[in-house]
């Protein structure tokens, strides 16, 4: 691997984040499988994002709400950030801290994009549950406008056993099909090839049949869910996604995108967690 990575362990779960994006790249707790999933076939490459984990979005969601952006999904992902070391919380758990700015993302393509001046810190946060914050500072005189995200990979024993629950009646829209609004009726059964954005932060139930688990994923400071999974079209056509590794994989995001891309106003600070916990079936 050419990039750097630390690990962060307490009594009921481990993380390993890669300094490059503050990426967490695998999320375990003691005694189970994998929750946070990461391809075999991934680029652990300066410059290049990993398949898998938790990348962090920013300042745009995929092209951008103008698109034609470049790099996809922003370039906090893929510039390394300054890790601030650790510390023991109160509860036996442990959390990290990283820290971002301008000159961090100076070379980095795209940056010239988002003129403005900003601080992120971010937080992960691991016991018996793994808790991740992003926090959004504008230093800048003037207003700005950013798409974020945590692209969060799930691991599933089976796609096509696994079932989102807590989403019946929320606004969605499947935004490479069509633009029309729709109302969520139910669970979410059909999730192999899904790539649907719905109209409320994540406070819902990933129920996994083949690990026997739910995975509950829960956030504050979040305006939209996205869920995808590239189904075997899509993963075919990924050099850093094995043929079948779709199969075992989940992405439940949350964020702030497209017409809910936030406005941060000088001297303010806008927060984005998301929290990741499991119970067995």
């Not at 009726?185 to 059909?190: A, I, K, R, T, Y």
């Amino acid at each position: 691997m050419d990039i750097d990575s630390v690990v962060i362990a307490s009594p009921s779960s481990n993380a390993r984040v890669f300094h490059q994006g503050a990426h967490v790249e695998q999320w375990t707790p003691q005694g189970q499988e994998p929750v946070v999933w990461v391809s075999q076939a991934s680029a652990y490459q300066v410059g290049k994002s990993i398949r898998g984990g938790i990348p962090i979005i920013f300042p745009w969601f995929n092209q951008g709400r103008t698109l034609g952006l470049r790099p996809r999904h922003g370039f906090a992902r893929t510039t390394k950030w300054e890790y601030l070391g650790s510390r023991p919380l109160p509860e036996g758990g442990m959390q990290a801290t990283w820290f971002f700015d301008p000159t961090s993302a100076q070379e980095a393509e795209g940056a010239d994009l988002f003129p403005y001046d900003y601080a992120l810190h971010y937080r992960v946060s691991c016991d018996e549950a793994l808790t991740v914050e992003l926090e959004i500072t504008n230093l800048s005189d003037e207003d700005f406008e950013c798409e974020l995200a945590f692209h969060t990979y799930l691991q599933v024993g089976d796609i096509e056993r696994t079932t989102l629950e807590g989403l019946d009646g929320v606004e969605a829209v499947n935004p490479f099909i069509s633009p029309e609004h729709f109302t969520q009726e139910g669970n979410v059964e059909s999730l192999t090839g899904i790539d649907r954005v719905f109209f409320s932060g994540p406070n819902l139930t990933v129920r996994d049949e083949a690990l026997s688990r739910n995975i509950q994923v829960e956030s504050e400071g979040a305006t939209n869910t996205i869920v995808w999974n590239p189904g075997p079209e899509g993963a075919a056509g990924m050099s850093d996604m094995g043929d079948d590794e779709w199969r075992q994989m989940l992405c439940v995001e949350a964020g702030c995108i497209y017409d809910n891309a936030i406005v941060v106003e000088p001297g303010r600070t806008h927060t984005l967690s998301y929290r990741l916990s499991t119970t067995s079936l």
